[in-house]
């Protein structure tokens, strides 16, 4: 599979039936700036600002969140327990049908 399906409901509830490329290392945040959906991902998707935070609402299996994820949720606002950050949550076959909602912004 070269492109995957993603929807991202924005802070409105409207979805943005989006498609991302398997083979350019991409993450969701970089997908949702090319789509110029309001996401700001100041760190450059380091895992250090949480201004990509999304809300996992589909059943998609995602790997494990690493530390440095955690401990950026762990300092944000409006976190869930479905909480992920958008950089870290690479653009792979795997997650084809993903449906991810934009946190509100802090």
């Given at each position: 599979?070269?492109?995957?399906?993603?929807?991202?409901?924005?802070?409105?509830?409207?979805?943005?039936?989006?498609?991302?490329?398997?083979?350019?290392?991409?993450?969701?945040?970089?997908?949702?700036?090319?789509?110029?959906?309001?996401?700001?991902?100041?760190?450059?998707?380091?895992?250090?600002?949480?201004?990509?935070?999304?809300?996992?609402?589909?059943?998609?299996n995602?790997?494990?969140?690493?530390?440095?994820?955690?401990?950026?949720?762990?300092?944000?606002?409006?976190?869930?327990?479905?909480?992920?950050?958008?950089c870290?949550?690479?653009?792979?076959?795997?997650?084809?049908?993903?449906?991810?909602?934009?946190?509100?912004?802090?």
């Amino acid at each position: 599979m070269e492109e995957v399906k993603v929807t991202i409901i924005d802070r409105e509830g409207v979805e943005h039936a989006l498609v991302g490329p398997t083979d350019m290392s991409m993450n969701i945040m970089e997908l949702c700036k090319a789509y110029e959906l309001p996401v700001l991902g100041e760190c450059g998707g380091m895992a250090m600002c949480a201004t990509c935070q999304c809300y996992l609402e589909s059943e998609t299996n995602l790997p494990e969140q690493s530390d440095a994820e955690l401990d950026m949720l762990d300092q944000a606002f409006f976190v869930k327990n479905n909480s992920r950050l958008g950089c870290q949550i690479q653009i792979t076959d795997e997650i084809d049908g993903i449906v991810l909602r934009l946190a509100p912004e802090a």
